[in-house]
């Protein structure tokens, strides 16, 4: 029948071929329309196999009130810093572009070789391109009074991170 | 006994069905066979049949073009030749390189040659690029052979980033590290940057993350970056670079117009 459903267009409707044809190349472009979407789905892996994120970084003893400590740099890439208050760790990686800056004890400052950010050591940034603070990661101490730290979870807003889980106060 | 001379020998080859499949012309030097031996062959296609002296002149064109694509000739060889030793997994590719400079023999002129390329072939498509602009190379109709031009510059570049980590040391590490966390400030697209809140950007589903194969520079990454160097971009180059011999083929050389009075 040549009058058929949806011949809105007017005096012309839709034939048989057309609809056929419409059919046809709507699955030829849902096939490779899918096969597009799946093959950009594909670059994004569902588990990542990368290193864990928490580790023990020693005992509150191992570390001195007022001591950016290094002790867990090369291996965890953190540095772990107590003052009067407590303790708590710096992730060492640069804001700007993700170097790995340097503490120089003699200047009281962290700065970064790469591009020339400088940062305090509670990771306030105060020079260079660095846009916000370092990180500080979660720390606190499990029940055989170990201190651990887990960098997946990060803090670097003033305020936020002096409040634990960012921030483990101790007794000197 | 029939006297064989060479002249009866070689007719018999050269009228043979065999030799006149593959050799479709003449050897003798006459306009017919000078012609043919030029539209006939793929490779020579990029020129003209026939083309003025002064339509090739160096002081114009500089061979730029042309010493580009012989410097990706060469990589593609010496880049075929470098696979069969290197292995991109994070235990091995430093060590493979390694071995490459002091085990292969003659790896060492190899890799060196490989990475020397690269740099020259960057540095004659730069040169090339500025010999075409300040002979205005890019005018009607060879706008969108320019074009073509700029996405093979791109190219040029990504082969040269992702070729850059394969050696796996403190150099390429870092400097994939720092590239990629320009990405993240992406609009849009990256994690940190403007609007990409609109679209529900995090570090693992930006485009950063699908750089990396992760969300720090590891073994995924290596991977990614090696198949695309060895595979994705160039397929694209080549397909881009016959489009671009193509489009020159077609609108001739600009250098061949005799400048009006």
Request: some cysteine.
């Amino acid at each position: 029948m040549a009058r058929a459903i949806g011949a809105s267009a007017g005096a012309e409707s839709i034939t048989r071929r057309r609809l056929l044809s419409f059919v046809g190349w709507s699955s030829f472009a849902t096939f490779f329309g899918g096969i597009t979407v799946a093959s950009l789905r594909f670059f994004f892996p569902r588990i990542l196999y990368e290193p864990l994120q928490e580790f023990i970084a020693g005992r509150p003893e191992d570390y001195q009130v007022g001591e950016v400590s290094t002790r867990m740099l090369k291996e965890q890439r953190a540095w772990v810093v107590r003052n009067e208050q407590g303790i708590y760790t710096l992730i060492a990686i640069c804001t700007h572009l993700g170097c790995t800056p340097i503490w120089h004890p003699t200047e009281d400052r962290i700065k970064c070789p790469c591009h020339g950010s400088v940062f305090l050591r509670d990771g306030q940034n105060i020079a260079g391109p660095a846009p916000q603070p370092l990180f500080r990661g979660v720390i606190a101490l499990d029940l055989a009074g170990n201190i651990v730290v887990d960098k997946g979870r990060k803090e670097n807003q003033p305020g936020k991170r002096d409040q634990p889980p960012f921030f483990l106060p101790l007794q000197a | 006994m029939v006297k064989l001379s060479l002249k009866v020998l070689q007719d018999t080859v050269v009228e043979s069905q065999i030799w006149k499949s593959i050799f479709r012309h003449g050897y003798t030097m006459n306009r017919r066979n000078r012609l043919l031996a030029v539209t006939n062959n793929v490779f020579y296609h990029i020129l003209p049949t026939k083309i003025t002296k002064y339509g090739m002149r160096m002081r114009f064109h500089w061979g730029a073009g042309i010493i580009t694509f012989y410097l990706f000739l060469v990589l593609t060889f010496t880049g075929v030749l470098l696979m069969f030793y290197y292995v991109p997994i994070v235990p091995r590719a430093y060590y493979d390189m390694k071995d490459l400079q002091h085990v292969v023999p003659f790896g060492n002129i190899l890799r060196n040659v490989h990475r020397y390329g690269a740099h020259a072939m960057v540095f004659m498509v730069m040169v090339h690029m500025a010999r075409t602009f300040y002979t205005a190379s890019y005018k009607p109709p060879r706008e969108f052979n320019w074009v073509v031009g700029v996405i093979l510059l791109t190219l040029t570049f990504l082969l040269s980033f992702s070729g850059y980590l394969l050696p796996w040391d403190q150099l390429a590490i870092w400097a994939v590290t720092v590239g990629t966390n320009m990405a993240r400030a992406t609009p849009l697209l990256g994690h940190e940057g403007p609007f990409s809140n609109l679209i529900g950007m995090k570090i693992n589903n930006d485009i950063r993350f699908a750089l990396l194969g992760g969300t720090t520079v590891g073994s995924a990454t290596l991977l990614r970056f090696y198949v695309l160097h060895c595979i994705a971009f160039p397929i694209a180059l080549t397909a881009l670079i016959a489009v671009h011999f193509w489009r020159v083929r077609r609108d001739g050389y600009s250098g061949d117009v005799q400048a009006k009075e």
